[in-house]
Structures are given as C-alpha cells and as structure tokens.
T-cell receptor
Framework: DAKTTQPTSMDCAEGRAANLPCNHSTISGNEYVYWYRQIHSQGPQYIIHGLKNNETNEMASLIITEDRKSSTLILPHATLRDTAVYYCIVRVADNQGGKLIFGQGTELSVKP | DAGVTQSPTHLIKTRGQHVTLRCSPISGHKSVSWYQQVLGQGPQFIFQYYEKEERGRGNFPDRFSARQFPNYSSELNVNALLLGDSALYLC?????????????FGEGSWLTVV
C-alpha cells in the first residue's frame, strides 16, 4: 500500500501558485519523497524528489516539514498545461529495488 | 538525449495470445522496471531488473515474465492473454538501485485484449 495520502482533487487559477499537500506520517529516515505527474494517456513525468531538505528545480519546489511527516509541492505559476494527476510517493527501502508505489494521486485542474 | 523508448505504442491482441513489449532505457541507465496501469488507477509495479538480474517482482501471475539484455534494454512478455490484461504498460529506467536514483518513465505501450 502507498505510504502517502493526498486530496483527491484541487483547483487552481492560471498564473497562481498551486500548492499540493501530501501526508506521509510513517516515512522512515532513509526514504525519499518523490513527485510525479501524469497527463492523460501519457507516461508519468518526474517532477522532483527530496530526503530532508527543501528542493527546487525548474519545474517546482518541494517543501518537507522538519518532522518529515508531510510535504508540499509548489508549482509557482500554474498554467493550463499543468492540469494533470499528481502523485506523491514515498520510495521505500525494500528488497525489490525501491519500487514506486502509486496511490490515487491528486487531480489538479488549472482554470483560466 | 533520448528518454526511455518503448515499442510498440499501441497493439491489439486476442485472448490466449502472447505479447512482447520492448523498452530501451536512457543511455547509461542500468536498471529497468515495468509497471501496469489499468484505466482509472495508478501504475502498479511488475518487475525490476538491474545488470540483467531480476531484483524485484510485484504481485503478478507467472504469465508475466521479463528479461534484460547486455545492452540494458528489456522485454516484457505476457502469455495466455486475458481481457483484464488490457492496460498501459510502462517501462522506466534509472541509473542504479539507490533510493536517490531518479526513475524516469517512457510513454508506454497500450495493449488491448479482445
């Protein structure tokens, strides 16, 4: 089972920041938080990942709380093309090479 | 640089037939994994290979098999196809097995079983 919980859906106005929350209260010290998004009928697109520190790249920022029990993905200036399902995944140290376990994700709708 | 490439992109098979799906990882990536995504659900892990060895297997029947070649490309084989095998099959690659190694996905192969 996925170790994360996310809201089922969210709306965001075009040009505004989209803040997508994720809870992962059972995360262990060596487990990473990954974010992917999937636009209908396409393969999941990697966005960003982090362990303890906040991270930023050209697509987004990832804010991880100090206790690591939750995180927020921030898309600073959402566009219509950011409409997608966003998956927050805790990558678990297992005997299967650290597979990704996808939950239901958050369906983000960016509206004009 | 080319991303993860998969072939074919779409195919239709009849129940009971066999299918082979192919994947070329990103150059320099030694790990390949396969996922199945049925309509309306998130992707589910099927297999992971690293350096030509199976490193992980999800909860799928033995009709599903895979292998990785010396050039790190991979094949997923499904025998005795069932209607329920209709799905998007995703291949993903990463440089190695560490949890900090990013996994990148291809665009997938759409399989329809009729």
């Amino acid at each position: 089972d996925a170790k994360t919980t996310q809201p089922t859906s969210m709306d965001c106005a075009e040009g505004r920041a989209a803040n997508l929350p994720c809870n992962h209260s059972t995360i262990s010290g060596n487990e990473y938080v990954y974010w992917y998004r999937q636009i209908h009928s396409q393969g999941p697109q990697y966005i960003i990942h982090g362990l303890k520190n906040n991270e930023t790249n050209e697509m987004a920022s990832l804010i991880i709380t100090e206790d690591r029990k939750s995180s927020t993905l921030i898309l600073p200036h959402a566009t219509l093309r950011d409409t997608a399902v966003y998956y927050c995944i805790v990558r678990v140290a297992d005997n299967q090479g650290g597979k990704l376990i996808f939950g239901q994700g958050t369906e983000l709708s960016v509206k004009p | 640089d080319a991303g993860v490439t998969q072939s074919p992109t779409h195919l239709i098979k009849t129940r009971g037939q066999h299918v082979t799906l192919r994947c070329s990882p990103i150059s320099g990536h030694k790990s390949v994994s396969w996922y199945q995504q049925v309509l309306g659900q998130g992707p589910q892990f099927i297999f992971q290979y690293y350096e030509k060895e199976e490193r992980g297997r999800g909860n799928f029947p033995d009709r599903f098999s895979a292998r990785q070649f010396p050039n790190y490309s991979s094949e997923l084989n499904v025998n005795a196809l069932l209607l329920g095998d209709s799905a998007l099959y995703l291949c993903a690659s990463s440089p190695g097995l560490g949890l900090g190694n990013t996994i990148y996905f291809g665009e997938g192969s759409w399989l329809t079983v009729v």
